[in-house]
């Protein structure tokens, strides 16, 4: 497939890259999920508090917050081949370390690893697929590697509460690491260099700025979410020092001749449109991911396991939609997916609003599969429309921003979340006539949930609100 690229090359065989890409980022997303179904078990097993134990999401994403901005940066320093292996390594390593942790400190560096090589993984991925796939092509491409992203999370829960039902929580990473050694060899053979690397000029000062902004932010929020509450010390100075940190950066990017993160990908409009619709996605998601768990195993006293299997279904279909969503966008555009999907979520979210501790599975089931079917309608073709957008110079920088601030969205999303989830609570055990009722603290806690779906609402109702705005990018014709 001739590719067009800046430079002069051989054509690149595209199948075999993507699959490279395919299977490295379907494991690093299934052990993510499927970690997080174990806590429990971990805190036995250490004798750890949950506070403690949530360091292991908390330390994961504080260190793609940290490395995913400067990603544009080593996409530009680096080969495709290079960084590939490279993350490969440090997801191999990382994941042999967690195999063998005898203790929660070395569980702890295992998961800073892991995150380094998906944080170099993650953009890599999607800055390849928009150098090697032609923008009228890119919707089925996108899909296909939404399928994956959607999917690795979704088997994850329901992966994990079978292994740790019959095996110990090492096994989730034993499990992983010949997929990954796999990708590794496979990746050694076909994967191939699409760019020639420029090696621009490295701003130290706008790493440590980079690195106290994002870093901040998201250890501010993570912080409040896991029980720090909004008004801590800890959670008010670390936000205090990231937004600064955030401003300084900014500004000093676009000062710059060759700034580390080009912030100038903000002055084409469908791609800042279908940044904030990602962003709004991620905050809807991860916020759901957190809260239908809690709810399924506190309000509905099921177990992991049938907890798990009952968000199963969503995850599946959302992750073959996926492909068809990406060839539905490469004929009709973003606008005829995006609004009736995002209209789909906010209808479900309202369903979510209204679940008491007498909600059947059936009900829960069908809400969550509504959700991921909006979720795969909104998603993909939003990204995938705002990224054509973009020059192919900034293709880096515009991979690195979706990136980072889909996980900085995760980490708002999740501590509001709880936040509104905690508040709720109290406020229902606050104003409760009977004391002596035993149903009380369900009750309240079904309370928290409802009023944290209401938050839900809202964000998804700001996004129908930017889906009228939505146009379809004009792509280059195909080559002859």
């Not at 390594?89 to 090589?117: C, D, E, Y």
């Not at 089931?365 to 995938?384: F, K």
Request: net charge neutral.
């Amino acid at each position: 497939m001739k590719v067009g690229m800046d430079t002069d090359r051989e054509d690149i065989k595209t199948a075999p890259v993507i699959i490279s890409f395919v299977v490295a980022g379907f494991i690093g997303l299934f052990s993510e999920t499927a970690l997080n179904m174990a806590l429990n078990n971990l805190i036995i097993s250490f004798g750890i508090h949950e506070t403690t134990a949530q360091w292991l999401t908390t330390g994961y994403l504080l260190t793609l917050g940290i490395l995913v901005p400067v990603s544009g940066l080593i996409l530009q320093w680096f080969t495709t081949r290079h960084l590939f292996i490279t993350a490969l390594i440090f997801s191999i390593i990382g994941t042999f370390i967690a195999a063998v942790a005898p203790s929660f400190t070395v569980l702890m560096v295992a998961r800073v690893v892991q995150a380094i090589g998906t944080g170099l993984l993650l953009p890599l991925m999607f800055n390849t697929i928009l150098m090697i796939v032609p923008p009228q092509n890119r919707g089925k491409m996108m899909g296909i590697i939404g399928l994956v992203i959607m999917f690795a999370p979704a088997v994850g829960p329901t992966l994990s509460g079978l292994i740790l039902k019959n095996l110990s929580w090492h096994w989730i990473f034993w499990i992983s690491l010949p997929v990954l050694v796999f990708a590794l060899v496979f990746g050694i053979y076909f994967m191939q260099d699409v760019t020639k690397p420029t090696k621009p000029k490295i701003d130290l000062l706008s790493i440590l700025l980079s690195t106290l902004g994002f870093g901040g932010v998201v250890f501010g929020f993570s912080s409040a979410g896991e029980g720090g509450g909004w008004g801590s010390p800890t959670v008010i100075i670390t936000l205090a020092v990231g937004l600064i940190s955030l401003i300084l950066f900014a500004l000093r990017q676009l000062k710059m001749k060759q700034p580390v993160l080009n912030l100038r990908a903000f002055q084409y409009p469908m791609f800042t449109l279908g940044l904030v619709m990602v962003v709004l996605c991620m905050m809807i998601i991860l916020s759901s991911m957190i809260l239908l768990p809690l709810y399924l195993q506190t309000s509905l006293a099921l177990s992991t396991f049938a907890a798990g299997l009952l968000l199963l279904p969503g995850g599946i279909i959302n992750g073959l939609l996926s492909p068809v969503m990406g060839s539905l966008f490469d004929r009709f555009g973003p606008k005829w997916l995006v609004i009736p999907g995002i209209i789909v979520v906010t209808a479900a979210m309202f369903g979510f609003s209204t679940i008491t501790v007498d909600t059947s599975s059936a009900f829960i089931i069908g809400l969550h599969i509504i959700t991921m079917v909006g979720v795969s309608m909104v998603m993909m073709p939003a990204q995938t429309n705002g990224l054509n957008q973009l020059p192919r110079e900034l293709y880096p920088d515009g991979t690195a921003i979706m990136n980072t601030l889909q996980q900085v969205a995760g980490a708002i999303g999740t501590a509001v979340a709880i936040s509104i989830l905690s508040s709720g609570v109290e406020n229902y055990m606050n104003n409760v006539d009977d004391l002596a009722n035993p149903m009380n603290p369900l009750l309240a806690f079904t309370a928290g949930v409802q009023k944290s779906f209401v938050f839900a609402i809202i964000i998804a109702a700001v996004g129908l609100i930017f889906s009228f705005f939505i146009k379809r990018v004009n792509v280059e014709q195909p080559e002859a």
